[in-house]
């Protein structure tokens, strides 16, 4: 079955850092384009973060130099670092995989994972 | 970065056929996907290319687009169908951009 696994999600204080991770099953993480999309309480989805098969990364202004994404191959396995967080990152994390089953779609969403920031 | 604007409600009764647009000004030149999320769900992708549906999303579901503006139609709208709705693209340098979502709801 293909499905996606968040994990890493928790309630941390602002400045601190944190790592999620997001494991593929079913197919390969690094021949398809990942991405972090989130939601905050009550609000719309918010998209984050790419990464693309050939490795390029593109982010949201509103987290550009505060998080990274990057994938282990081996694990085929997607991760969100996130550094400097603050209140406003307080969100559902999830990641959503294009396959190309359906041309440039998000076909594949995770469960999510919460994410809260507070002190 | 770009806007994609959608309505923030929409409201029909069941049977009816409800649409909800979503304006972008690169939409023209960009490809436009529609998902749909239930309350403490996941979104799921109902609409690709504008166009397209995807196996499994049931008949009812369909887009058209017309220039800035992609509409996701659902005809015949059951209780089911209630949700929150949200249109995606493409971004101009490699990244995406959602709208605001429309929450569906039936009467």
């Known amino acids: 079955e293909v499905q996606l696994v968040e994990t890493g999600g928790g309630l941390i204080q602002p400045g601190e850092s944190l790592r999620l991770s997001c494991a593929a099953f079913?197919?390969?993480?690094?021949?398809?384009?990942m991405n972090w999309v989130r939601q905050a309480p009550g609000k719309g989805l918010e998209w984050v973060s790419v990464?693309?098969?050939?490795?390029?990364?593109y982010y949201a202004d509103s987290v550009k130099g505060r998080f990274t994404i990057s994938r282990d191959n081996s694990k085929n396995t997607l991760y969100l670092q996130m550094n400097s967080l603050r209140a406003e990152d307080t969100a559902v994390y999830y990641c959503?995989?294009?396959?190309?089953?359906?041309?440039?779609?998000?076909?594949?969403w995770g469960q999510g994972t919460m994410v809260s920031v507070s002190s | 970065s770009y806007d994609l604007t959608q309505p923030p409600s929409v409201s029909v009764s069941p049977g009816q056929t409800a649409r909800i647009t979503c304006s972008g000004a690169a939409l023209p030149n960009l490809h436009a996907f529609w998902y749909q999320q239930k309350p403490g769900q996941a979104p799921v992708l109902v609409i690709y290319k504008a166009t397209g549906r995807p196996s499994g999303i049931p008949e009812r579901f369909s887009g058209s687009n017309s220039g800035t503006t992609v509409t996701l139609i659902i005809s015949g709208v059951q209780a089911e169908d209630e949700a929150d709705y949200y249109c995606q693209s493409a971004d101009s340098n490699g990244s995406w951009v959602f709208g605001g979502g429309t929450k569906l709801t039936v009467l």
């Open positions: 990464i693309y098969s050939g490795g390029s990364t």
């Open positions: 959503a995989a294009g396959t190309g089953y359906y041309p440039d779609a998000f076909d594949i």
């Open positions: 079913g197919f390969i993480v690094n021949s398809n384009y």
